[in-house]
């Protein structure tokens, strides 16, 4: 009886940092499916054992805590088990996005000083000649079976035995995670994410959206983006279930749901927009389905509304970054889901609209400005970077998003689009969004992209970018009328593209700048 309550007690207790979760759930939740993949489903026992695993290899290797060590390869239970791992002994974590090319990887890893790096045998192939040119990088280890250079992180055997040593102590306003962000020009910033940030996030995040141990979470988003990243370690916290799928395919991950029950799916707009146009859609059972997010890019109030009237669960908006660690706003599962809204902010987190022109002025009901955020979830900086983090972040810790948003009063905030999306046709503003939002109404369109082309006349004008829905026909005269009667003469597309598929990021984000190169290739 003693010893039951000393374990009780200790799984009362704060963690200090991620590392210490797994420990906690395998004592709690030990025989329940954490984590279900193409490869392999791990209870919490079986997913801290592995996590132990990864350490002490860690620890063999020569890698200590503060010590960095990156990650690279698509989603797998190896990811999860590694990052998890990095924790344990207090090192620091670099997660990579798997669309980063060597010389990318180059330069991250030497900025960030990686001492080590753990991939897959697919990632190693592609850059194993970039790594090998890095003095710093004392360890290469390969999830697989390596290319006989290289340590498998896999042939490293430990005990049973998942107490004889405990989780790093850490203090919480270290360093856990440097997230690189994925600039459109120069070269990525490493945000800074401390234990605090992400125990935080992961804990708000399972409160707002109601997880407990019985939910079943299907998601397509790359761990080592931090929405992808919320969305795990939220449900591990809770004793849910996590059905991770390797890259996001809308048949696939339709079946997922009725194959795992799933009672979540968590993802970015157009990834709703193809699992709609999917005619696989009308042959899956989600009735299991208690309610989905939807984050990383504004979406449309209608595609909000079919998936809600398709699944008759609702379907919450998230907003995030890389720079508050994962989300900062979301609407909580039992109060008003306001479409269009981002929601509320997260406990203990100070959300405002400023004007465009003087942020020190706050914005009235309804009036356009930039987003701003404060709280213990903001990032401590970027790394070797202190002009960018000043540039980010003013005197008064406020950090400045780079979002255009509006506010009701109530304390719900509205994202209109990210300001460098801005067009500027003829002396007038256009946000892409506010006219993909009105097209992606249209029943002919399945997917939809907005972004500017150069005119000599006014500066910039709107050209649209259109994925048919099947069946439909390409009619750019029906579609500019829709518009015509929804929107304003000058956010009216001058062009539109009709293409088989539009570019996306590795976490399923629209990628405007590239939009131009799917109509010429």
């Given amino acids: 009886m003693g010893t039951t309550t000393k374990v009780l007690r200790r799984d009362l207790a704060p963690i200090d940092g991620l590392g210490q979760l797994l420990p906690r759930l395998a004592r709690r939740w030990g025989e329940s499916i954490g984590l279900a993949t193409a490869g392999r489903t791990l209870t919490y026992s079986e997913l801290n054992h592995e996590a132990y695993r990864v350490a002490e290899a860690l620890r063999a290797s ?84 390596g290319d006989g250079s290289v340590t498998s992180l896999l042939d490293t055997d430990v005990s049973d035995d998942e107490h004889q040593r405990e989780p790093a102590s850490v203090d919480p306003d270290s360093v856990a995670c440097i997230a690189y962000t994925s600039g459109t020009t120069g070269h990525p910033k490493g945000a800074m994410q401390s234990q605090r940030s992400l125990v935080l996030n992961c804990a708000y995040t399972a409160t707002m959206h109601g997880r407990t141990s019985r939910d079943v979470v299907v998601t397509a988003l790359p761990a080592p983006h931090v929405y992808g990243n919320v969305v795990i370690n939220s449900t591990f916290m809770a004793g849910g279930k ?25 993802g970015v707009p157009a990834m709703y927009a193809m699992m709609l146009a999917s005619p696989a859609i ?51 599962v039992h109060g008003p889901n306001i479409h269009g809204s981002i929601g509320v902010a997260y406990p ?53 998003t780079g979002d255009v948003a509006t506010h009701d009063g109530n304390g ?79 956010k009216v597309p001058r062009a539109f593209h009709f293409v088989s598929s539009l570019p996306t990021t590795s976490s399923g984000k629209l990628m405007r700048r590239k939009f131009r190169a799917s109509v010429l290739s």
């Fill in 282 to 332: 009308d042959d899956v059972d989600l009735s299991t389905l208690t309610r989905s997010t939807v984050g990383g890019q504004t979406i449309a109030e209608s595609l909000i509304g079919q998936w809600e009237e398709r699944t008759a669960a609702p379907l919450i908006e998230v907003w995030g970054m890389t720079e508050v660690s994962g989300l900062g706003t979301t609407h909580t």
């Fill in 62 to 145: 020569g890698i200590h805590p503060g010590d960095r060590v990156a990650l690279y390869s698509q989603n797998r239970w190896e990811w999860i088990a590694a990052y998890h791992g990095i924790l344990r002994i207090g090192a620091t974590v670099v997660p990579l996005n798997v669309m980063l090319t060597g010389e990318e990887i180059g330069y991250v890893l030497r900025d960030s000083e990686a001492k080590g790096i753990l991939l897959s045998d697919e990632r190693l192939h592609a850059v194993g000649g970039v790594l090998r040119s890095l003095p710093t990088l004392a360890l290469i280890a390969s999830f697989d079976k």
């Fill in 412 to 490: 719900r905030f509205f994202v209109v689009d990210r300001l460098k999306e801005l067009i500027l046709t003829g002396g007038y503003n256009v946000y892409p969004s506010e006219v993909e939002r009105v097209l992606i109404g249209h029943e002919s369109v399945a997917l939809v992209g907005v972004a500017p082309e150069p005119d000599e006349v006014k500066g910039e004008v709107a050209h649209a970018y259109i994925v048919l829905a099947p069946g439909q026909q390409a009619d750019a005269d029906a579609l500019r009328d829709y518009c015509r009667q929804r929107l304003a003469a000058y």
């Fill in 348 to 400: 203990g987190v100070q959300v405002k609209v400023v004007s465009l022109e003087d942020e020190d002025e706050d914005c009235p009901i309804g009036q356009r400005g930039q987003l701003m955020v404060r709280g213990p979830i903001v990032t401590m900086g970027y790394l070797n970077n202190p002009e960018a983090t000043a540039e980010a972040i003013n005197a008064d810790g406020w950090l400045r």
């Fill in 242 to 266: 996590v059905v991770l799928l390797e890259r996001f395919d809308a048949d696939d991950a339709l079946h997922a749901i009725q194959r795992h029950k799933g009672t979540m799916i968590e």
